[in-house]
Structures are given as C-alpha cells and as structure tokens.
C-alpha cells in the first residue's frame, strides 16, 4: 500500500508491504538506483546504509513485544532521504509509524508547522516516534520486573524462576538491535554531511542521544533483573536448605522411633511369659 503525505515543501510516500508495480513507480519518480530498489522489495538481515549522489538510503530495525503474547518481534523500516523527499518502506503495519503520519496530517491541517527543514521534520519525527515507542515498551518491561519482584518478596520464587528467565531474552533481543544504533547514525552523519548540511546534523545528534537513552534503558533494567535473579536464587537456596533441615531432623526422629520400636520388640520377644 502507498501513501504520499505533503509537507511544507517535502513529501513523504511510505510504502508499506509495496508490490513490485508501486516499487517501479516511486523508483522512476524519484531517481532510484535498481539496486537500492531492490533492497525495498525484500527485509534487510541488519542495520545498513548508503550513499548516492542525490539520497541516503537507510534500513534500521527495531524491537517491539507483544504484550498480550510477549512475543518478540523485530520490525523494520527502510528510509531513502533526498532534498526534497523522504521514501520509508516497512513490511508490516507499525504503530509508530502510523502515529506519526496522523500527527502529520493533523498538523497539515491546522496549519502548525514544527521549525526546521520540511524534509528533516518528516525524518527526524518518524525516528523519534520509534523510540518513543521503545521506551514505552521498556517502561512496560520495567513494570513486569516489578510484579515479579513482588511475586518473588510473597513467596512465589519457584514461579517466577520462568519469568525472570523470559524477561531476560527480551532484554537480550532488545539490546541486540539497539546497540548498532549509534554506529549506524555515526554512518549516516558521514554520508548525509555533504548532501544535507549542519542543520541535519544538529537534528540527528538530538535523536542520537534519545536512541542512546534506550541502550542505557535496556543496560539498567538487565542489572536489575540479574540482581533479583540473585535474590531469588538466595531465597530458592534459603527455602532447600530449610527443607533439608527439616527432612534431615525428620529421618533422625523417624531412626529414633523405628529403634526404640525395634528394642522394645526384641525385649518383647525374650521377657518370661
């Protein structure tokens, strides 16, 4: 599906699960090599920019959890950026994305029109509103990690042995994609320099710095989830230990009472009738 939403004096055409017709289009509208072309129709396994005379193109990944199966997704969003215009390709609906073009067409309306270039706003709003999104879903990682430590502190250590383990793989999946992202900007600092000017770079090293809160994000909440692992290990040891105890003291009761049974049976046995 396509669709072109005017700026100010850019255009964003967003394409999402594009056939190969409206592939064709946007490419002879809009001066596109075949070969970056060719990255549009297909998800990139990672990260990846280029450079061309007239455009950047820029594939970037980004983490999502479903919260009602916590599966783990990795969603991406291909960018070309040129003077005028901004191309993104994704293959699958993602909210973010879908906010920020009602926001821009809200804004279309009532007339308020944020500063900077046409085209940097388009760009610099879509990334923006990616990591929005991953912090709101980190937030809601963080509240999960509280309701287990709850659950740990009221005696449930055994059941949340599982969920620790959970939450800790979507942590690892979200650091994974998001630790490129400052190599990638770096990348695209390089190859937008001469094309975009300072006023591009001033606006990336802004969204540099929210992608950065998200590594830190995902940093912190993994030290706290290995420390309640910790802690939940202590009490698991803690609660076996007792156990033992308790079994242990149990075993000598029981050999206690079985020989004293066994003395007065035997004594029993030879007492004069």
């Known amino acids: 599906m396509k669709s072109v939403f005017k700026y100010k004096t850019a255009v964003w055409v967003d394409l999402v699960l594009p056939t190969r017709d409206e592939i064709e289009e946007v490419v002879k509208e809009y001066d596109i090599d075949p070969l970056v072309a060719r990255e549009l129709i297909l998800p990139s396994p990672k990260h990846h920019i280029e450079s061309r005379r007239n455009y950047v193109y820029l594939a970037l990944h980004f983490p999502a959890l479903n919260q009602v199966s916590k599966l783990r997704v990795n969603q991406e969003v291909d960018f070309i950026i040129g003077k005028n215009f901004v191309i993104t390709t994704r293959y699958e609906p993602i909210d973010a994305v879908d906010n920020f073009a009602k926001k821009l067409e809200v804004n279309s309306i009532l007339e308020k029109h944020a500063p900077g270039e046409p085209r940097d706003v388009i760009f610099f709003g ?95 909440l993994t030290e706290s989830v290995e420390e309640l692992r910790e802690t939940n290990n202590s009490l698991l040891r803690i609660k076996d230990n007792s156990l033992m105890k308790f079994v242990t003291t149990l075993n000598l009761i029981t050999s206690i009472m079985v020989g004293i049974a066994l003395v007065w049976l035997g004594y029993l046995a030879i007492a004069p009738k």
């Open 126 to 220: 879509i990334l923006r509103e990616l990591s929005r999104s991953i912090l709101g879903q980190l937030s809601d990682i963080d509240d999960w990690i509280k309701e287990i430590e709850s659950q740990i502190f009221k005696g449930n250590e055994k059941k949340m042995v599982f969920s620790l383990s959970q939450v800790s793989r979507h942590l690892l999946d979200f650091r994974k994609v998001s630790l490129p992202y400052n190599e990638a900007f770096k990348t695209l600092e390089k190859s937008a320099e001469k094309l975009f000017g300072e006023e591009f770079q001033f606006s990336l090293d802004g969204v540099t710095e929210e992608f950065r809160k998200i590594e830190l994000t995902v940093r912190s």
